[in-house]
């Protein structure tokens, strides 16, 4: 079964500085991967996802995701970060073959900072 | 237009009544879910139906019961509400195919007391 794991539930930086949260997963084959992002007291927000090709994929809001196999990661990064940014983020992964069904990770909190 | 509408956004409601929670999705998808996220934020799926049909259900209680009328609509009903019901409830719905992006709605945050 695949998992997902974020290894930091809350992250703070400054306005400005640069973004990574990080995004392990285990799965046995190469995986479908997704970075949501959900403001308080809404839904979920698809930020970007991976599902072959290119291991480094733009999404909306300037974020970006790079998918390393030899890492099972999928970190999330944003060079620079603006207030609205401040959310939770979830990792999640997709097997393939199956019937769609995304397993989530626990989900970082970030706080921006002025 | 929203992709994914579920109603209502909000509920409060008393242990041991029974409730529903409407969805509708007008992107043409033929799988729909329901998703559960507990009060760490915890996002864990419940049901998934393909084109009516139920294809995934992951170890919910007997007292939710979805019902999809048509590939549009899938509706969670719950009887018998208890305080640990109380989260936010996603509706979502993709394409077919394995792999292709989940769209979710708002969700519906349900409180039990």
């Known amino acids: 079964a695949q998992s997902v794991t974020q290894p930091d539930i809350h992250i703070t930086v400054s306005e400005g500085a640069s973004l990574e949260l990080r995004c392990n997963y285990s799965?046995?084959?190469?995986?479908?991967l997704f970075w949501y992002v959900q403001s308080p007291g809404q839904g979920l927000q698809l930020l970007l996802k991976?599902?072959?090709?290119?291991?480094l994929v733009q999404g909306i809001k300037g974020f970006e995701a790079e998918f390393k196999r030899s890492q099972s990661s999928f970190n999330l990064r944003k060079p620079s970060v603006h207030w609205s940014d401040a959310a939770e983020y979830f990792c999640?992964?997709?097997?393939?073959?199956?019937?769609?069904?995304?397993?989530f990770g626990t989900g970082t909190r970030l706080q921006v900072t002025l | 237009d929203t992709a994914v509408s579920q109603t209502p956004k909000y509920l409060v409601t008393q242990m041991g009544n029974d409730k529903s929670i409407k969805c509708e999705q007008n992107l043409g998808h033929d799988t729909m879910y329901w998703y559960k996220q507990d009060s760490k934020k915890f996002l864990k799926i419940m049901f998934s139906?393909?084109?009516?049909?139920?294809?995934i259900n992951e170890t919910v209680p007997n007292r939710f019961s979805p019902k999809s009328p048509d590939k549009a609509h899938l509706n969670l009903h719950i009887n018998s509400l208890e305080l640990g019901d109380s989260a936010v409830y996603f509706c979502?719905?993709?394409?077919?195919?394995?792999?292709?992006?989940?769209?979710f709605g708002e969700g519906s945050w349900l409180t039990v007391v």
């Open positions: 979502a719905s993709s394409p077919r195919e394995a792999g292709n992006t989940i769209y």
């Open positions: 139906y393909n084109n009516k049909e139920l294809i």
């Open positions: 799965y046995g084959a190469t995986p479908y």
């Open positions: 991976y599902f072959s090709g290119d291991t």
């Open positions: 999640a992964v997709g097997a393939v073959g199956t019937a769609s069904k995304l397993t």
